[in-house]
């Protein structure tokens, strides 16, 4: 098999329409999560992060656009411009395109919307990024639950294996709509409060949005400083419930022992950890059993939801894309809100930002249906 790698990269959010600007705030331990007030999406103030409309529709009209585009379609737009034009690729057939997302453009749907209720179709959404750009292949629109955006780069490395592609550029986002927030308010998920992954006063979830994207190539030569070499990566859904994780993390547990596998690694060889980490009950004790199953619990790990909240579709990409920049930068970002332990088994939360050797990480994403994608990244010189 080839080797592949992550490379050029972009983060799209309220932050600004760079990696570097999220980055910058990460590592200062800014959190993106504001409190919001619009009852055309929920009754009561609610914590998000946003990315603010005016500043986004300035970039999306850099790109000279021809047609009019959704809000979602300028966030992917914008992101998946920036890493194109920075990996200097002509895109022919050897090169493909995969979209993740949750809902795409569900706002659509809501109210009155000078779309075609057609655009909601996920179809509809691939087909408008591909010809902006003009790619040969067809999109392949991933969406799994809170799984997709890192198993997008997993498929997108499964493709480059099988010899379909040299390349793949991958896109994440999704919105912060009523569609969404309803949904997990019906659950009684939402916090009222930024959230705290893991935390003993954690009470429940915040969502955000942003778009992220990422090249995925086997050519060595275009590499950025942050480029990791992806090692491993397994999937395995445990068909537990609809919406309820497994009591026991066995689909976590089994993807990250068989990403282990395919890396040839040991799970003392993982330098660190970047979880799923929601703030919800059931989710963060599932994944404390299964890290701990995993002989984890003593790796130094962090959530990035107290940052963002939980982006959806984009968020295992998201947090993959920051985990790069971990390595490069050999820097163990905080969780932010983490104050207590408050799950049952024992965990190495990363309590302040800090400077720490580290060569490896594994990134893991748990989601609705029982779905869970673990996937392996070290430092190409390693």
Do not use: W
Not at 141 to 159: H, M
Not at 228 to 234: H, Q, R, Y
């Amino acid at each position: 098999m080839s080797k592949v790698y992550l490379s050029h990269n972009n983060i799209t959010s309220s932050y600004g329409f760079d990696s570097a600007s999220a980055i910058k705030n990460i590592r200062e331990e800014i959190a993106a999560l504001q409190l919001v007030h619009d009852k055309n999406i929920l009754p009561n103030p609610f914590y998000s992060s946003l990315v603010p409309q005016q500043k986004l529709q300035a970039k999306y009209q850099e790109l000279h656009p021809k047609e009019r585009h959704t809000r979602l379609e300028k966030m992917l737009l914008v992101s998946l411009a920036n890493t194109i034009q920075k990996s200097d690729l002509t895109l022919t057939d050897r090169v493909g395109l995969i979209i993740s997302t949750t809902k795409g453009n569900i706002d659509l749907l809501e109210g009155e919307s000078d779309f075609p209720q057609k655009r909601a179709y996920l179809g509809a959404l691939g087909e408008k990024i591909k010809s902006f750009f003009g790619f040969q292949s067809d999109a392949i629109v991933l969406s799994n639950a809170c799984v997709s955006g890192i198993l997008a780069v997993a498929v997108a490395k499964r493709f480059i294996n099988q010899g379909a592609f040299d390349h793949v550029f991958v896109v994440g986002g999704d919105l912060v709509t009523e569609f969404i927030l309803s949904g997990f308010n019906a659950f009684q998920a939402l916090s009222d409060m930024p959230c705290r992954p893991y935390c003993k006063t954690r009470s429940g979830i915040n969502i955000g949005e942003v778009a992220a994207s990422v090249l995925v190539t086997k050519d060595a030569s275009n590499l950025v400083d942050e480029s990791v070499l992806f090692a491993g990566e397994a999937s395995c859904n445990d068909a537990n419930h609809i919406s309820g994780p497994s009591r026991t993390g066995e689909g976590l547990h089994r993807s990250v022992n068989s990403a282990l596998k395919q890396a040839a690694l040991r799970a003392e060889d993982i330098d660190y950890i970047s979880a799923h980490g929601t703030a919800t009950l059931f989710n963060d004790e599932m994944e404390a059993i299964a890290f701990n199953r995993s002989r984890l619990q003593d790796t130094p790990l962090n959530s990035l939801k107290g940052y963002f909240g939980h982006t959806l579709g984009a968020s295992g990409l998201l947090e993959a894309i920051i985990g790069m920049h971990s390595l490069k930068e050999n820097t163990l970002y905080a969780s932010l809100g983490f104050q207590e332990l408050g799950v049952s088994k024992p965990l190495n939360i990363i309590e302040k930002t800090t400077s720490k050797e580290i060569k490896t990480f594994l990134k893991t994403a748990s989601g609705f249906g029982g779905c869970n994608t673990a996937a392996i990244f070290k430092k190409v010189s390693e």
